[in-house]
C-alpha cells in the first residue's frame, strides 16, 4: 500500500514539475509600463548641484551642523580644560614628567599690570 502512494506523489510531482505557468498579459502590461516609466525617468538631464560657497562645501564634508556642534563643543571644553586645569590632571602631569610644570605669561598677580606704563 505504501508503494502506491508513494508512487501516486511521485506521479503529482512530476504532473507540477512539467507545468510551465505562464503570466497573464495584465501582469505583463503593467511591468512594460512600470519599465517604460523607469527609463523615461533615467533619461531625464539630472541637474547639477551649485558649488555656492566654499565654506557650505566644507560644512557639508564634516557632516554637516551636527557634526560642526560637536567639533565646537569638543574644541571649547579642550581649551577650558587647558585653561583651567583641574587638580588631578596638573598631579597626572607631574607624575608623568617628574616634576611641576608652569608656564609663566609674564602676568602678575594683576592681569592689568601688563596695560601699565
Not at 597626572?92 to 617628574?98: L, R
Amino acid at each position: 500500500m505504501a508503494m502506491t502512494e508513494r508512487d501516486d506523489l511521485e506521479n503529482l510531482f512530476s504532473e507540477a514539475r512539467a507545468l510551465r505557468p505562464e503570466p497573464g498579459d495584465d501582469l505583463m502590461a503593467r511591468i512594460l509600463a512600470d519599465a517604460e516609466a523607469v527609463a523615461a525617468e533615467r533619461e531625464r538631464p539630472v541637474r547639477p548641484v551649485s558649488a555656492g560657497p566654499g565654506w557650505r562645501n566644507w560644512l557639508r564634508t564634516l557632516g554637516g551642523w551636527p557634526a560642526v556642534g560637536g567639533l565646537v563643543a569638543s574644541t571649547v571644553a579642550g581649551l577650558w580644560i587647558g585653561v583651567a586645569q583641574p587638580a588631578a590632571l596638573s598631579d597626572i602631569a607631574a607624575s608623568v614628567w617628574g616634576e611641576q610644570v608652569s608656564v609663566n605669561l609674564g602676568v602678575d598677580v594683576d592681569p592689568l599690570s601688563l596695560l601699565e606704563g
